[in-house]
């Protein structure tokens, strides 16, 4: 299993995370612990949120499968139920059944970018990641290739449940319950820096 995560969110992942543990320390230092929680709270927001938002999330690519973790919720989607991938606002795997979601880890693309296909602009290296994976699925011999193409998109599933489950949809979305704390804690930590 190959998983991507970008470059840049790295980046900006561990400086909020420094930048959390930097107001700490410049609170301790400055303040000792008077106004401590108007410190406490501001540096668990920084670094939670960094950690949510920019290190958490990944694709995951294996062999028959793409896994999306985005920030609060994991996506899975067996090769056998992908119809095709598309970039707009970040990359989107589209399901045989019409249904699309779309990776927080992928980059956005830009205004420039946006009319490009999956595999130019800024999300060309994870969409060659899964498109090389999906090729490979298809020409395997234990697998047929689908004999129908998807030429037009086909209208979300009316019998899809209102919190975005689907017994028998072609993605298999779980909550991401460490994605879900971490949202949590950055909350936790606003609302201590505004009323503790």
Known sequence: MEIYRSRSSQVWGWLCVGL????????????????FSVGFGVAVAFAAVGAAAFLRPAVAVGRDAVEFRNVTQTVAIPFSRLAGLEAHWSLELVGDDGTKVGSFAAPARSGRDRLKSPEDGASAEVATLITSAWDAYRAAPTTAAPTTAVSSPVPARADASADGSDAGGAFTRRPDLVGIGLVAAALAGIALAVFG
């Not at 959390?20 to 106004?35: F, K, V």
């Open 20 to 35: 959390g543990a930097a107001i700490l320390l410049i609170q301790l230092i400055g303040s000792g612990l008077n106004g």
